[in-house]
């Protein structure tokens, strides 16, 4: 005799700094027949852990391999220099890498970023994890530059942060096995691109959404989870470093632009 099969889940992997909450909480309001668990991973290890299947999904730091992962990309973070409170850069709306010239570069072995040759001076070891590097730069040992989600992670009010006009940017993606776009993964990129619960666009309806879909009152389109453009639904960052990009050259060094 065997056993019946039970009810269909769903995995989602996610890496520091992104927040799936929003669209977690519209998939158990749509899918309530099938469970979703969330794990966050380290992003170094997010391709990995999707290879294996130990994720049917993962938001994840681009870029990934294009040959055995889809992507959809969501949207790209500022970059910003993580600072102690009093540090001359709080009194100004943006650094570039010149000014970061006397500084020391904290370089964490789990950085996201690839900034290479790295601005500013080296320090003697690199931290273990962008966790440890936060710690340094409380202890007045140099600076760190990370996206602004892991700087809004591992806030500190000792801290500050301050955007940086010429560093690279990481933009993160939805991902997924090129061998894996089953039902259920076509209904996880319907939320996170804003897919109404009645939408037809997808792969065909699985047994689960189809019971969500009945037990489900239909809800106005502007409950999809979020744009695609921004982990925040769209609204733009008030700083885009995008506006002092290249401005570095013009700039001496140590000297950052002032607020106004």
């Known amino acids: ?14 890496v520091p700094g992104v927040m799936p909450g929003k669209w977690a909480g519209v998939w158990r309001e749509r899918l309530p027949g099938v469970p979703l668990s969330l794990e966050q991973v380290e992003a170094a290890d997010a391709a990995d852990v999707l290879l294996g299947r130990a994720a049917d999904v993962g938001l994840v730091r681009l870029p990934v391999d294009r040959t055995v992962l ?10 910003v220099a993580v600072v102690p409170r009093d540090h001359v850069f709080t009194a100004v709306d943006e650094v570039t ?27 003697r070891e690199r931290p273990e994890t962008t966790d440890d590097a936060v ?9 760190l530059v990370v996206p602004l ?28 096995p090129e061998d ?22 997808g792969r065909g309806r699985t047994p689960g959404a189809r019971d969500a879909e ?20 769209g609204r733009p960052s008030a700083r885009d470093p995008r506006r002092g990009s290249g401005a570095g050259g013009s700039r001496g060094r140590g000297r950052p632009r002032r607020r106004s």
């Open 214 to 233: 009945r037990a489900t009152p239909r809800r106005d389109s502007r409950e999809g989870g979020g744009s695609a453009g921004s982990p925040t639904g």
């Open 97 to 123: 890498a010149d000014d970061m010239a006397d500084e020391i570069v904290l370089n964490p072995l789990d950085d996201v970023l690839g900034w290479r040759p790295s601005p500013g001076l080296p320090a």
């Open 149 to 176: 989600s892991l700087a809004r992670l591992h806030h500190r009010r000792d801290l500050a942060h301050v955007p940086v006009a010429d560093a690279p940017r990481s933009s993160v993606a939805l991902s997924w």
């Open 1 to 14: 005799m065997t056993g019946s099969a039970g009810p269909p889940s769903f995995r989602l992997a996610y």
């Open 70 to 79: 889809s992507a959809i990309p969501l949207y790209t973070e500022t970059t």
């Open 135 to 143: 710690r340094l730069v409380a202890a007045g040992i140099g600076v």
């Open 180 to 201: 894996g776009h089953t039902d259920l993964v076509e209904e996880f990129i319907g939320i996170v691109r804003g897919r109404t619960v009645n939408s037809t666009r």
